[in-house]
């Protein structure tokens, strides 16, 4: 009996065509991209041409002032980690500040966070209906002074929800708080625009 696998929200089979692309970089492009020499000033041209076709895909604008950055990590919860702890860090003053994050999220925002806790920070949670969508009107409420970052996934990892991350960037920027999503398990699947998502 031919098996379905159901579980593309956790992990998607590579397509054939990115196994392809990625073979070719392999084998034509293997220089460092830092290097100054021919083949690693080629390598170079290669990843900037994949970066700013991918930033395009996410809407993202590498030409505005100040550019949208593209950082490519090894998976989701290393960009995870770096987005919760360099934010929350950069913005704290140097002192412990409020993170929030979203009932739902993956453990590599969670522990994070944490991970942060237990430096000092407060962490709340902000819940969700029984539907598993946040409750945003529920966000201004627990924002405080001390806010350095919410986190709301933009699709769930499991169930598939889809959260209102448009609908709580306008609350993050009239606070100035910055808002972070996890989009992982949304991109390639549905479109994703960060410039619409704001």
Known sequence: MDSIYLDHNATTPLRPEVAEAIARCHAEGYANPASQHRPGQR????????????????????SASPADRLIFTSGGTEANTLAVLGIARAA??????????SA???????????HL???GWRLDTLGVDPHGVVRAERLPGLLTPDARLLSVMLGNHETGVL???ADLAPICRDAGVPLHTDAVQVA???PVDFRALD
Request: glycine share 6%.
């Open 43 to 62: 390598a170079r041209r290669v990843l900037d041409d994949a970066r700013e076709a991918i930033a395009e895909l996410l809407g993202a604008n590498l």
């Open 92 to 101: 704290s003053e140097s002192k412990p500040g409020q993170v929030i994050v």
């Open 104 to 114: 739902m999220e993956h453990s590599s925002v969670i522990e994070p966070a944490e």
């Open 117 to 119: 806790m237990q430096q």
């Open 163 to 165: 959260q209102p991350v």
């Open 188 to 190: 390639g699947k549905l």
